[in-house]
């Protein structure tokens, strides 16, 4: 394996309410980062992150689990938790490694108990705290109604970075508005992905969303407000910066 330096690692934990779809989003990220050549499933018993006799049997995660892989360039290290509470304090302790909370969201269920609770110890802790609405292949999967549940909650500075465009079954398409892309996802499970540019209406979109998204960076940098008004836009890595 690769020696990797300091700055080349990163470390998150997988965290929410129980039944998100922690397990599986976990699955997906090792699929299309190559780390696995196709998703295994909790019904199957064969994810990676869920190998305990007992996990198999309930099929649901007790233990949390370690997982690795490789993404343009970096190490993470992803830490997948069980949601239930009675099993809290796998959660815990991953919040208190982590670099940041990736907090998951059904977007069926909405924001519930589970959710709330590890927000809380994320902010607790200290650390960035991240939001993936999950479960959008399901039907009557509401993103929107999702994410404004998630900002009443949680503050109107919760702002995508991808949206789904063809919610419900089937769905396999999100809008990266960072990199104004729309990409493609397989429907097999392997992972693999197509990335094209945003045009039409979905480049129109992308540019009102970036214009949206300068306004809750520039609240905390003015140098980045002054470069937007300046070029009448910025670079993919001063947005990144900024978001940081």
Do not use: C
């Not at 199957?44 to 869920?50: E, F, L, N, P």
């Not at 549940?149 to 919610?167: H, I």
């Not at 945003?198 to 960076?217: N, S, W």
């Amino acid at each position: 394996m690769k020696a990797y330096q300091a700055g080349e690692i990163r470390n998150f934990a997988i965290v929410g309410h129980d039944s998100a779809g922690k397990t599986t989003l976990s699955e997906a990220m090792l699929a299309s980062s190559g780390a696995i050549n196709r998703m295994g499933t909790i019904a199957a018993g064969s994810t990676v992150s869920d190998y305990h006799i007992e996990e198999k049997d309930r099929k649901i995660s007790i233990h949390a689990s370690l997982l690795h892989t490789e993404w343009l360039g970096k190490k993470f290290n992803i830490i997948d938790t069980p949601g239930y509470l009675d099993f809290i304090s796998e959660g815990l302790g991953a919040l208190r490694v982590g670099d940041f909370a990736l907090v998951v969201v059904h977007a069926q269920h909405g924001v519930l108990v589970g959710t709330e609770q590890v927000w809380k110890y994320a902010t607790h802790y200290g650390i960035p705290k991240m939001i993936v609405i999950n479960g959008l292949d399901k039907e009557n999967a509401d993103f929107d109604k999702s994410l404004a549940q998630v900002r009443a909650r949680f503050g109107d500075r919760v702002f995508p970075m991808n949206l789904p465009l063809n919610p419900g079954p089937g769905f396999n398409q999100v809008l990266d508005m960072i990199r104004s892309e729309v990409i493609s996802y397989q429907t097999e499970g392997t992972g693999k992905f197509q990335e094209s540019p945003a045009a039409g209406e979905l480049k129109e979109r992308v540019e009102q969303l970036h214009h949206q998204l300068i306004e809750h960076i520039a609240e905390s940098d003015d140098s980045l407000l002054e470069k937007f008004f300046d070029r009448g836009g910025l670079s993919e890595e001063e947005m990144r910066g900024g978001i940081h």
